[in-house]
C-alpha cells in the first residue's frame, strides 16, 4: 500500500514533488521593439498535432510574460544539453538575459537561440488562468529540429543531462 499525505499547499513540498518529473527547458523569447526579450520554460509540453499547438505555463507574477503576451510571434528553443548557463540567465530575475548568448530573429519577430535542438515559430492561440500560473496554447507556424542533438532536463530543481541506455 502507498499512504499518501494529504496536500497542505506547501509550496516547498509540492515543487519536491512536482519536480520527481523530469522535462526539458524552452527559452520563450522574442523581440519587442528591437529589444530581445525572454524567458526558461521548464513546462514546455507538445499538445496536438492537428491543429499544431505547444503550451508553457507561465507564473502569474512573471514580469516578462506581460512583455511577451502582446507580440505578434513568440520563437520557442528547446535547449540543448551544454545550454544550463543560458537556462539560467533566461530564468533571472534581473540582469542581461541575453549575455552571451547569440541568437536569430524571425521574420516575424520571434527570436530563436543557437545551440538548441528544436525551435519553434509561435504565436498565442489561448492563454487559459490555473492558479498561480497561466496554461498558454501556442499556435506552430514553423519547425526545425536536430533530433540527434541530446536535450537540457530539468529534474529535482537541478540542470542534467540523458544517458541513453
Given amino acids: 500500500m502507498?499512504?499518501?499525505?494529504?496536500?497542505?499547499?506547501?509550496?516547498?513540498?509540492?515543487r519536491e514533488v512536482y519536480g520527481c518529473f523530469p522535462s526539458g527547458v524552452a527559452a520563450v523569447c522574442a523581440m519587442d521593439d528591437g529589444v530581445p526579450v525572454g524567458m526558461a520554460a521548464s513546462s514546455f509540453t507538445c499538445v496536438s498535432l492537428d491543429p499544431a499547438l505547444v503550451s508553457v505555463c507561465v507564473q502569474n507574477s512573471s514580469r516578462t510574460w506581460p512583455r511577451l503576451r502582446g507580440l505578434p510571434r513568440l520563437g520557442v528553443s528547446v535547449l540543448g544539453q551544454d545550454q544550463h548557463g543560458a537556462a539560467g540567465r533566461l530564468a533571472a530575475k534581473e540582469g542581461d538575459r541575453f549575455a552571451g548568448l547569440d541568437w536569430t530573429e524571425t521574420t516575424d519577430g520571434g527570436l530563436l537561440v543557437h545551440g538548441a535542438?528544436?525551435?519553434?515559430?509561435?504565436?498565442?492561440?489561448?492563454?487559459?488562468?490555473?492558479?498561480?500560473?497561466?496554461?498558454?496554447?501556442?499556435?506552430v507556424h514553423g519547425i526545425r529540429a536536430e533530433p540527434n542533438a541530446a536535450p537540457l532536463v530539468f529534474h529535482a530543481s537541478r540542470?542534467?543531462?540523458?544517458v541513453a541506455v
Avoid at 540542470?159 to 540523458?162: E, K, N, P, V, Y
Fill in 2 to 14: 502507498i499512504e499518501l499525505e494529504e496536500v497542505t499547499g506547501d509550496p516547498a513540498r509540492l
Fill in 117 to 139: 535542438v528544436a525551435w519553434l515559430d509561435c504565436s498565442i492561440h489561448a492563454e487559459v488562468p490555473a492558479g498561480d500560473h497561466a496554461v498558454v496554447l501556442l499556435a
Fill in 159 to 162: 540542470f542534467r543531462q540523458l
